[in-house]
């Protein structure tokens, strides 16, 4: 009996370890060797055996998405222009945050709109700020934020006080 004990201890740690490389045979492949593939919806299953070959537990766990982080850039001259712009990620992105500064501070109204790939009907205000003396914003959104891969972001900035240059990031996550 303690030899048989031994050696389902044995045997677990062994597959534990194996399983922590990423040596689980032909069930299961670690997500490193499915490079940059869209395997959202697959998982990895693994079993535990004992010595005699009954089933101890399954291990189950998700496969993560392959992702990118990218920025995008824009500035405007405030005392010419207001900043109109629309970016361009062109995949399915998820929005993390759009950094705004100013090189002073500025009064104006900061928008942030859904440009929808269904159609001018389906844009939509996220968010719509008016900024009183300010030269830094960030906006994260509450919850995931994605966009399809035509939806776009529209990023407005009035220029009514015709002051400073603003510079704007949008960081998004592209899903692969």
């Given at each position: 009996?303690?030899?048989?004990?031994?050696?389902?201890?044995?045997?677990?740690?062994?597959?534990?370890?194996?399983?922590?490389?990423?040596?689980?045979?032909?069930?299961?492949?670690?997500?490193?060797?499915?490079?940059?593939?869209?395997?959202?919806?697959?998982?990895?299953?693994?079993?535990?055996?004992?010595?005699?070959?009954?089933?101890?537990?399954?291990?189950?766990?998700?496969?993560?998405?392959?992702?990118?982080?990218?920025?995008?850039?824009?500035?405007?001259?405030?005392?010419?222009?207001?900043?109109?712009?629309?970016?361009?990620?062109?995949?399915?992105?998820?929005?993390?945050?759009?950094?705004?500064?100013?090189?002073?501070?500025?009064?104006?109204?900061?928008?942030?709109?859904?440009?929808?790939?269904?159609?001018?009907?389906?844009?939509?205000?996220?968010?719509?700020?008016?900024?009183?003396?300010?030269?830094?914003?960030?906006?994260?959104?509450?919850?995931?934020?994605?966009?399809?891969?035509?939806?776009?972001?529209?990023?407005?900035?009035?220029?009514?006080?015709?002051t400073g240059n603003v510079y704007v990031e949008v960081i998004g996550e592209t899903l692969q």
């Amino acid at each position: 009996m303690r030899k048989t004990l031994l050696i389902t201890l044995l045997f677990a740690m062994v597959a534990s370890i194996a399983l922590a490389k990423g040596e689980t045979g032909d069930r299961c492949k670690p997500a490193s060797s499915y490079g940059k593939q869209d395997i959202s919806a697959e998982a990895c299953t693994a079993m535990l055996v004992d010595s005699a070959g009954h089933q101890q537990m399954d291990v189950v766990s998700a496969v993560p998405e392959t992702t990118t982080i990218t920025s995008e850039y824009t500035t405007a001259d405030l005392t010419s222009a207001a900043l109109d712009y629309t970016t361009a990620f062109g995949a399915k992105t998820r929005v993390i945050a759009v950094n705004m500064h100013a090189d002073a501070s500025i009064t104006e109204t900061m928008t942030i709109k859904l440009n929808s790939s269904v159609g001018a009907n389906y844009d939509t205000t996220i968010v719509s700020e008016s900024l009183v003396s300010e030269a830094n914003v960030v906006w994260i959104p509450d919850g995931d934020f994605l966009l399809d891969a035509s939806d776009e972001l529209d990023v407005d900035i009035t220029n009514a006080n015709t002051t400073g240059n603003v510079y704007v990031e949008v960081i998004g996550e592209t899903l692969q």
